[in-house]
């Protein structure tokens, strides 16, 4: 009897020689030390009304600005505002509380104290918004700081040039 193997598809496998590795040196690189980047403050927009500020600043004097920054300050004890004293340019003397205000010239010019929060002792600012109009419609709005016993300066109106008005913080009550 004759017995006949076939050899199909077999294919005799040699094991694979890994690649040879090259010795790995390590570089040393010295620590360096961690940069901290300081806030870096940038210099204020200048402005003349609000809605050329970002949003949530107010044109304040001049400049862009949040109001709780002006007010918020480190202490131990803080003051609250209860009411302001004002002598218009038109005679009038005003005593107002937040969001109280007037108007002049037929209500082209209106102003108001704005709410603001409690605030450090002896760094009293009066906050006083003032909106431009013409026919009812705002035109332009901005704020302005007073001190005690401080001036605005002129309040003109961008329309009106007749409109010359000022304000004068003469009292100031406030709780410590």
């Known amino acids: 009897m004759i017995t006949v193997f076939l050899a199909v598809g077999c294919e005799l496998q040699q094991?694979?020689?890994?690649?040879a590795q090259?010795?790995?040196?390590?570089?040393?690189?010295p620590e360096q030390p961690a940069v901290i980047e300081e806030p870096q403050e940038t210099a204020p927009v200048s402005c003349v009304y609000d809605n050329e500020c970002p949003q949530g600043d107010l044109c304040i004097d001049s400049s862009c600005q949040k109001l709780d920054d002006?007010?918020?300050g480190n202490c131990e004890k803080?003051?609250?505002?209860?009411?302001?004293t004002l002598l218009t340019?038109?005679?009038?003397?005003?005593?107002?509380?937040?969001?109280q205000g007037s108007y002049t010239a037929a209500g082209a010019v209106e102003w108001?104290?704005?709410?603001f929060p409690d605030y450090c002792p002896g760094s009293f600012k009066l906050p006083v918004?003032?909106?431009m109009k013409?026919?009812?419609?705002?035109?332009?709005?901005?704020?302005?700081?007073?001190?005690?016993g401080q001036s605005s300066q002129a309040i003109k109106h961008p329309t009106i040039s007749r409109v010359n008005f000022q304000l004068t913080l003469t009292d100031v009550e406030e709780e410590c």
Do not use: H, W
Not at 15 to 19: D, G, M, R, S
Not at 134 to 148: H, I
């Open 112 to 115: 108001k104290v704005i709410s």
């Open 70 to 72: 002006l007010y918020a």
């Open 22 to 29: 090259e010795p790995v040196s390590e570089a040393i690189v």
């Open 89 to 99: 340019s038109d005679g009038e003397t005003l005593t107002l509380k937040k969001s």
């Open 134 to 148: 013409n026919a009812g419609k705002v035109l332009g709005e901005y704020a302005l700081l007073l001190d005690e």
């Open 15 to 19: 094991p694979q020689a890994e690649p």
């Open 129 to 131: 918004k003032v909106l």
């Open 78 to 84: 803080k003051c609250s505002f209860k009411s302001a």
